[in-house]
């Protein structure tokens, strides 16, 4: 049990939409959360319960968290109520912004745009501002000229100042390559956020450069055809073939592959990729992150569970992941093993 005393003088009394935000927080973690104050005893889950403190002045009031997730709970909390309790910015703002990029492509393109289809996190319900992307793919019906894809490029570089922390993703590529899907992908440009510095260093050279074929794009496609938006032109299925299972399975394993250094770098990402990869090796299921975290709950040996839950308690919150490497380690062999089967 974690006991924190706060001095809420400057943020009480909470208004419904801060109480909405603390309470969904709240309820991501299994610990029990009370504030006690006045001699009054607070669920912090509870609308009712936190409506009730009403203004604390300088009265201290003082938290307690119990349960086995809580030192993350306490912090994400306390952060929280330091900041003032603002809501972030959400999945409607990201949407927004996507309107916004495909104004501006429609325009660059015209009459060459097939289509702009998102896929991801934003794309499958479970977007958070302070910890996704904005990952969309452009289709177009013949090969980009230069300075098309400068300005596609340089459309995106100017909005990234409104664009989540971990920024956007874009690869262009061709109608063609839509139909009998081939393995890697070739793309026309491709950008994201990572790519920043280079661009700003040298613009042109970068989009005279950025070229070629990725794996990843099968992937992406998959994504696409099982969960994707269309922000404009047809129907997903009027524009993408389905992906054939073995190029899948040999996108998805390079992707893992090539990230296998990440596992302690970025132990979220690396396990939660995992868990879907092998939820579409044994069930066809194309899940997002946190569905391919709960599936792996359910289905993965229970010697495993520990690590799961830690990178789905992470996602959810933004937090930091506490985990056992040793754990971790086991996880990534047993799941690599079954993917290479």
């Not at 309107?99 to 660059?108: A, F, P």
Request: hydrophobic share 40%; proline share 4%.
């Amino acid at each position: 049990m974690i006991t924190r005393t706060l001095d809420l003088s400057g943020v009480t009394p909470l208004n419904r939409t801060q109480i909405e935000h603390l309470v969904h927080l709240s309820g991501d973690f299994v610990s029990k959360i009370i504030f006690e104050h006045k001699n009054r005893t607070i669920n912090g889950k509870s609308m009712l319960g936190l409506l009730s403190m009403g203004e604390t002045g300088k009265d201290p009031v003082t938290l307690i968290v119990d349960g086995e997730d809580e030192e993350e709970a306490c912090t994400a909390i306390t952060e929280m109520l330091k900041a003032g309790v603002v809501p972030p910015k959400s999945a409607v703002d990201a949407q927004q912004l996507m309107q916004r990029i495909k104004d501006r492509y429609v325009t660059i393109l015209g009459d060459n745009l097939v289509g702009i289809y998102l896929h991801g996190s934003l794309a499958s319900g479970c977007f958070r501002w302070d910890g996704s992307d904005i990952d969309f793919l452009v289709v177009a019906k013949k090969p980009l000229s230069l300075d098309k894809k400068i300005a596609l490029v340089e459309a995106l570089h100017a909005l990234e100042s409104e664009a989540p922390p971990k920024g956007l993703e874009m690869s262009v590529i061709l109608e063609k390559n839509c139909r009998d899907i081939p393995c890697p992908v070739p793309f026309e440009i491709h950008y994201s956020s990572g790519h920043r510095e280079e661009y700003e260093r040298d613009g042109r050279g970068f989009c005279a450069r950025m070229h070629g074929e990725d794996p990843d794009l099968t992937a992406h496609i998959l994504c696409v055809n099982a969960f994707g938006e269309v922000i404009c032109g047809p129907g997903i299925t009027r524009v993408f073939d389905q992906v054939k299972k073995e190029d899948a399975l040999r996108a998805i394993l390079f992707d893992v592959e090539d990230a296998q250094d990440q596992l302690h770098e970025n132990p979220v990402y690396y396990v939660l990729n995992l868990c879907r990869a092998v939820a579409y090796k044994r069930e066809d299921l194309v899940l997002s992150k946190r569905e391919g975290g709960e599936w792996a709950l359910r289905h993965m040996p229970s010697v495993h569970q520990q690590v799961i839950q830690a990178a789905l308690n992470a996602y959810n919150t933004g937090l930091g992941m506490f985990y056992n490497k040793g754990e971790a380690e086991a996880f990534r062999f047993d799941a690599m093993k079954e993917l290479k089967e």
